[in-house]
């Protein structure tokens, strides 16, 4: 690992539902990268932890050299957490008895939820930069906890900005534990870690959701339960806002076998594959057969490899990012947010002081605005297609005058200077554009 040329690594995310192979396939993936020649560190952030099972050979939290241009390591989320909580408890104990207070046990203390989350968002990114890697592949945690994952700076932030009292400081001295910053002083003032944690869970998003770096890759099984979760897991990371690079169909009936119960199989498979290739239209799609043997050990993986890439890159292509856009210049705009699969009736739009909050099912998403877009008023949204538009025109009770008057066509002042929130959903495909509702 000497010598690092200054590259930008490639960060490829395996996710999909639990038991589909994304161990396996985040194994075969790293492997096939590093037989091309890339420094390759293969990354689990799922605390089951595996990969050390499906290389064979143990691994630790920092990277461990397993082959010519591959490492792996696995982000030690529970030892991170435990260090984390003596801190707090230390600190929340001395507190408290400089208070003539009982000594609190820690267990009475609530976990703080995200805080396995954060760690391995924090580890993915301090990787990531390293500058000793080309590419990380990280096997991520079933599609549920990946998802808390991914949206979890954003969640942060929300909170960070409203937390006052007690929990802001629980919060900091999770920050100051956490990002090794100083705790404690004589006075018993806590080391304000919390911007840096801030700032660093922000860098991780801002990496994740560069579609030049950033690829998320949802692995599947032919099996309509399977596909019906990868749907939603796509709304879902088009919402966050994450790039996503494509779907891997994992343990396929190989050509050879048939007859019989295998011919049921065979069919049911058949329209499976039918499904994904409608669901997930536009994105590259790896085929992967059901191997006679669990593949364990690099030969092994290193025949996986071969079978999804072949002479692919499998890193292959950056996918399109599904960003966030404005649109329109003459005095409306609309903001178009891409969201495929997603079923129009569970949408739900709402504006809130200089955020819009879009709820799709049980996710949700706080949009900040652009400027321009903070002084407009909502007017209206639908669905073009896949992506859903959101229509805004200025709004007199938050543009200067002046301003207003050199907009051509400007609406007619309607909205009420008080406005700070405008509930728009839900959605269906027959509203029209730009009409208030
Ligand atoms: N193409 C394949 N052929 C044969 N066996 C496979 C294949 N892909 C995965 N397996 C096996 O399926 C099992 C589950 O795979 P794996 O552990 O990679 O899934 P996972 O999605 O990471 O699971 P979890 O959600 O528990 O982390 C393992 O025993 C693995 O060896
Ligand atoms: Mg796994």
Known sequence: ??????????????????????????AATAVAVAHRGRRTLLLSTDPAHSIGDVLGVPVGAEPTAVGTNLWAAQVDTRGRLEQGWSAIRDYLTGLLAARGMAEVQAEELTVLPGAEEIIALLE???????????????DCAPSGETLRLLALPETIAFYADRLMGAPRRLLRT????????????????????????????????????????TDIRIVITAERVVIAEARRLLTALYLHGYPVGGVVVNRLLPDEVGGGFLAARREAEASAVQLVNESFAGLPTH????????????????????????????????????????VGDDGRYALRLPLPLVERSSVDLTRSGDELVVTVGTGRRRVALPSLLQRCRVTGARFDGDVLVIGFEPDPARWPEA????????????????ETTATVGPLDDSMPAGVPR
């Open 124 to 138: 993915v990114h301090r990787w990531a930069v390293d500058g000793r890697f080309d590419a990380v592949l990280v």
């Open 403 to 418: 301003l207003l008057d050199a907009l051509p066509d400007r609406a007619p002042a309607a909205s009420p200077a008080t």
């Open 287 to 326: 085929h992967l057969t059901l191997a006679a043997r669990e593949p364990v050990g690099l030969p092994a993986l290193a025949a996986l490899g071969e079978e999804l890439y072949g002479a692919d890159d499998p890193l292959g292509a950056t996918p399109a990012g599904p960003g966030v856009e404005v």
């Open 1 to 26: 690992m000497t010598d690092p040329t200054p590259t930008t690594p490639r960060i490829v995310l395996h996710t999909g539902k639990g038991g589909v192979g994304k161990t396996t396939i985040s």
């Open 174 to 213: 999770l920050a100051a534990s956490l990002t090794g910053g100083a705790l404690g002083g004589a006075n018993g003032q806590v080391h304000d870690a919390l911007g840096d944690l801030l700032d660093r869970l922000t860098a991780a998003r801002t990496l994740l959701t560069d579609p030049a770096r």
